[in-house]
């Protein structure tokens, strides 16, 4: 048979088999039904028995790991079914394959090889430690055990040979039972340790995108353990992922705009900043390439950092230093006027990106101490920045034909920004954040739109000063 067709094969016993009902009895007589009871129990166990034992087969038929993966791809959607009988069915048949491929397959002691689909398989079991099913989550915990022993066995390993930490597992699974959230969560964590230990460099990036998809899990308990494990993969290895920052960043993006579970996506903002505490710059810029005015997810990231004295001031000393060095317009000719010296003001988009940064780590209620202890140098960058943007034009954007006219005229095609309210909006929270309650409340919004005209500016910073 093609591969085609063996996909398809396994797709449609899968369908068939998983979606049985595990009672499935018809109404009857009272003297036949439990007749008919023993009879369709007997048959759902030699159904279940056959599949298991097809994809064995399946598996021993070419027993590499890349064989392993293409039948792991086929239980994937069952595993994080919505329907927990489905889910124990998959798990179930992953846990046996598991097995089949330890007993099987011949190792070389002493020859070091790669267990190349490693993060992929962990990374996809992991949310299922954490499932509202106690027995799925003991199959979860053993499958992680095996495929690390797996590993172990690449490297070189004899079968022989104790491995504390991986043996150490089998004390969670008998943890993992306990119903207890705070049990649970101390599992998962413990779970994430032996990982930071056990995984090789080079699964280390497949085992965090597999966790990315966790974070999507229907089951809120499984979504936040993904999430747990993988702050706490990035909390210990997160220093090895510098030439992977930019990647990770959007798809942690992408993936905070379709988090669903409240507490999955706090904890998923926090492997943010536990990133940015690895590669500060890198995704400081990552973040700022985003186009303005921001989106609810970066947001959420520029608060999240403010959340965090040691990140809020690492940040904020970044984003200073930006605003200091950096030019924040460009003049040129006005196309509108015959006089080649009449010039127009336009922003650049870095300065306005930072300002927009700062206006976000000032929101986070947690960042007034930190904004306290730099009150000087932020007030006066801030300060500075509202004076520099008035009578400012946004940056140049590309947009579709229809926005052409404004190309060949040389303007600004239509922005969402507005560079003098870009940089207000950064001292208002500027003074909000050092609660300076009488300070703002003293700018009325007639007082505030003063601060947006090169005549009346004076007269603003005047009233902001008494």
Not at 63 to 77: V, Y
Not at 201 to 216: E, I, S, V
Not at 397 to 418: F, M, R, T, Y
Request: charged fraction near 25%.
């Amino acid at each position: 048979m093609t591969v085609e067709v063996v996909s398809d094969l396994m797709d449609t016993f899968m369908m068939a088999v998983y979606t049985l009902a595990a009672d499935c009895v018809r109404n009857r007589e009272e003297e036949d039904e439990e007749r008919e009871k023993e009879a369709k129990g007997d048959l759902l166990v030699r159904t279940l028995n056959g599949l298991a034992e097809l994809l064995k087969q399946l598996l021993l038929k070419d027993l590499s790991s890349q064989n392993l993966d293409n039948i792991f791809k086929h239980l994937e959607p069952w595993l994080s079914s919505t329907v927990e009988l489905e889910r124990h069915r998959a798990m179930t048949n992953a846990c046996q394959l598991i097995d089949c491929y330890y007993d099987r397959k011949e190792f070389g002691i002493g020859n070091a090889t790669v267990f190349a689909h490693l993060g992929d398989h962990v990374g996809l079991l992991v949310p299922r430690v954490a499932d509202p099913s106690v027995s799925i989550r003991q199959l979860a915990v053993t499958c992680i055990q095996r495929l690390l022993q797996i590993q172990l066995l690449y490297n070189g390993h004899s079968r022989d040979e104790e491995d504390q930490v991986v043996g150490g597992i089998s004390q969670l699974r008998e943890r993992v039972a306990q119903d207890d959230p705070n049990a649970l969560y101390t599992v998962v964590n413990d779970i994430a340790k032996v990982l930071s230990l056990k995984l090789p460099a080079d699964q280390l990036d497949p085992f965090l995108r597999r966790l990315f998809k966790g974070l999507l899990d229907p089951q809120d308990h499984s979504s936040s353990s993904a999430c747990v494990v993988l702050n706490g993969v990035m909390r210990n290895r997160g220093a090895e992922l510098r030439t992977q920052v930019e990647s990770l960043v959007s798809d942690l993006h992408c993936k905070l705009s379709e988090i669903v579970c409240t507490q999955t996506r706090t904890g998923t903002l926090r492997c943010v900043r536990t990133l940015a505490n690895h590669h500060l710059v890198d995704v400081i810029n990552c973040l700022l390439k985003y186009p303005l005015p921001y989106d609810q997810t970066v947001r959420d990231c520029w608060q999240v950092f403010g959340a965090d004295a040691g990140t809020a001031q690492n940040v904020l000393e970044r984003l200073v230093e930006m605003l200091f060095r950096a030019v924040p317009y460009v003049e040129k000719p006005d196309p509108r006027e015959r006089d080649k010296t009449k010039t127009i003001r336009i922003a650049n988009q870095p300065t306005l990106a930072a300002l927009s940064a700062l206006t976000e780590v000032f929101k986070a209620e947690a960042c007034h101490e930190t904004v306290m202890y730099n009150y000087a140098r932020l007030f006066a960058v801030v300060l500075a920045s509202v004076g520099a943007m008035v009578d400012v034009k946004p940056p140049h954007e590309h947009k579709d034909k229809k926005d052409q006219k404004w190309d060949i005229l040389g303007l600004n095609a239509p922005s969402k920004v507005e560079p003098s309210v870009v940089a207000v909006d950064a001292l208002k929270g500027f003074l909000n954040c050092t609660r300076a309650a009488a300070v703002y409340e003293a700018s009325t919004n007639e007082g505030w739109l003063k601060f947006s005209s090169r005549t009346d500016l004076p007269d603003a910073v005047s009233v902001l000063a008494r």
